[in-house]
Nanobody, 129 residues
C-alpha cells in the first residue's frame, strides 16, 4: 500500500516562500508519477504540477509555473514543492498524490484528481497579506 505524508505547510507573509515535502513509502515508485494539488475552502481541487519518478520529468499548471518548482530526493523517496512569491490566493490545503504511469502521453495527461490512486492527508498553507 502506498503511503504519502505531506509536511512543511504553515503561515507565511505574501512574497515569501515555503517548501512542502511529500514522503512516499510502501512501494517501489519507479513506475509512478506524483502530483501536487491544492484545495481552498469552497473550491475544487486544483492541479499544480506533476513529476514522473523515472527521469524526473515535470510539468506545471500555467497558474503556478513561474513560481512553483517540483523536485525530488531519490534516497529519501521524497518529492518537494518549492513555492516562491506566495500570494494570499495561494492559501489552501496542499496535497500530494500518486498514480502509475506507463507512457509519456499518459504522464502528460494526469491533471485531474480522478487520475490519482493514492493521496496524502494534506498540509495547510496560509499566506497573509
Amino acid at each position: 500500500q502506498v503511503q504519502l505524508v505531506e509536511s512543511g505547510g504553515g503561515l507565511v507573509q505574501a512574497g515569501g516562500s515555503l517548501r512542502l515535502s511529500c514522503a512516499a513509502s510502501g512501494r517501489t515508485f519507479s513506475s509512478y508519477a506524483l502530483g501536487w494539488f491544492r484545495q481552498a475552502p469552497g473550491k475544487e481541487r486544483e492541479f499544480l504540477g506533476a513529476m514522473r519518478w523515472i527521469g524526473g520529468s515535470t510539468y506545471y499548471a500555467d497558474s503556478v509555473k513561474r513560481r512553483f518548482t517540483i523536485s525530488r530526493d531519490n534516497a529519501k523517496n521524497t518529492v518537494y514543492l518549492q513555492m516562491n512569491s506566495l500570494k494570499p490566493e495561494d492559501t489552501a490545503v496542499y496535497l500530494c498524490a500518486a498514480t502509475q504511469v506507463r507512457t509519456t502521453a499518459q504522464f502528460m495527461g494526469i491533471i485531474s484528481p480522478q487520475e490519482y490512486d493514492y493521496w496524502g492527508q494534506g498540509t495547510q498553507v496560509t499566506v497573509s497579506s
